[in-house]
């Protein structure tokens, strides 16, 4: 979650900048009024700086989330998931577990649109997390262990093992 943090945090040196640019140098009393002080420019300048973020937020989703999985599978986290869902969970007969799902599977019994969006956002990753288990639960690959004997020993030790990890 950590890499989501990677957003516009200084807004005023945003303000500022684009101020120069939309105002140039023959502007600059007009620029430093209308900008030193809060005014109607602000609430302009706060929609911008939420949507650069949230467009941030979602190119870090598609481009760098992934979940590395036993073998070679590697899956991204802002794309849909392939597949189908384990035979037990193909329909859901338990009531509470249905309404739990109309509020959280945007695309019920579908894994459309299962990739998230905004990993920051928590219906998007639940979204994503749900239709991920209807579809891996039963992947027995899931279950083995992450690291030989022999590799843990070398980690332990404090030593970076060869081969795949």
Do not use: C
Request: proline share 6%.
């Amino acid at each position: 979650m950590e890499a989501l943090n990677a957003t516009l945090e200084n807004t005023s040196e945003l303000k500022h900048n684009l101020g120069a640019i939309l105002l140039p140098g023959f502007w600059l009393r007009a620029r430093s009024r209308v900008l030193g002080q809060r005014g109607p420019l602000d609430a302009l300048f706060d929609r911008l700086t939420q949507a650069v973020n949230r467009l941030i937020r979602q190119v870090i989703t598609d481009h760098l989330m992934t979940l590395h999985l036993p073998g070679p599978e590697v899956l991204r986290l802002g794309m849909d998931l392939r597949g189908t869902f384990a035979q037990p969970l193909e329909q859901i007969q338990n009531p509470r577990l249905t309404e739990i799902l109309v509020r959280i599977d945007l695309t019920p019994n579908s894994l459309r649109g299962s990739g998230a969006e905004d990993w920051s956002d928590f219906t998007d990753r639940m979204h994503f997390i749900t239709d991920f288990f209807r579809t891996y639960q039963e992947r027995q690959n899931l279950f083995d262990l992450p690291f030989t004997s022999e590799q843990v020993a070398l980690l332990k030790a404090g030593i970076e093992p060869r081969g795949p990890l």
